[in-house]
């Protein structure tokens, strides 16, 4: 079936650092992807997708492009801050529309 | 427009005792959901339903049942409640719109079964 992969974390960046965090997946056909972020003790919120393949997704600064040749969905930002600090998880859309979930990367961003 | 409404926010339990989290949205939603999130494990799907009079099992439906009161409101009940049953769970909800398709969070229940 269907799933997501993402890096484990947390990782742990000094602020300005630049952010990568890595997610594949696998799936029939060619599904719409997307960065959920959950900042502490509140529910997730849509971060950013992409529904095809070549598509960039960008949102807050953060972006990730949907790479069917390597199955990936690697979310990026140029220069992290503080606020950044949450836990991102990485989804797919299914065919029957279900989210296939990633199990989340804990980011901590140092001052 | 308040989106994804869910309560209470926190609960304690005593095993075996039975209690519902309540979810609510008013964004004319068809589509709604019940996750519960563990540590390392991401969200896993407990219930979901499609669409109004409609609910499906999802990955962990184990030990919980739904009801699809109305359009907007989906409940979730825990009948005899067990340790395992610790978790923070979310509703969610989304519109069937294609390739666009988004689902939107409440804010959790924190539920602790001694």
């Known amino acids: 079936g269907d799933s997501v992969t993402q890096m484990e974390g947390p990782v742990t960046l000094s602020e300005e650092a630049f952010l990568t965090i890595n997610c594949t997946y696998t799936a029939t056909g060619y599904p719409s992807l997307f960065w959920y972020v959950q900042y502490p003790g509140e529910g997730l919120q849509l971060l950013l997708k992409a529904t095809k393949a070549d598509d960039k997704g960008s949102n807050k600064g953060f972006e990730a492009t949907y790479r069917k040749e390597t199955t990936s969905f690697h979310l990026e930002k140029g220069s992290v801050q503080v606020s950044d600090s949450a836990v991102y998880f990485c989804?797919?859309?299914?065919?029957?529309?279900?989210?296939?979930w990633g199990a989340g990367t804990k980011l901590i961003i140092k001052p | 427009n308040a989106g994804v409404t869910q309560t209470p926010k926190f609960q304690v339990l005593k095993t075996g005792q039975s209690m519902t989290l309540q979810c609510a949205q008013d964004?004319?939603?068809?589509?709604m959901y019940w996750y519960r999130q563990d540590p390392g494990m991401g969200l896993r799907l407990i219930y979901y339903s499609a669409s109004e009079g409609t609910t499906d099992k999802g990955e962990v439906p184990n030990g919980y049942n739904v009801s699809r009161l109305n359009k907007r409101e989906f409940s979730l009940r825990l009948e005899s409640a067990a340790p395992s049953q610790t978790s923070v769970y979310f509703c969610a909800s989304s519109t069937r719109n294609g390739r666009m398709y988004e689902q939107y969070f409440g804010p959790g229940t924190r539920l602790t079964v001694t």
């Open positions: 989804a797919l859309r299914d065919s029957n529309y279900q989210l296939i």
């Open positions: 964004m004319n939603h068809n589509s």
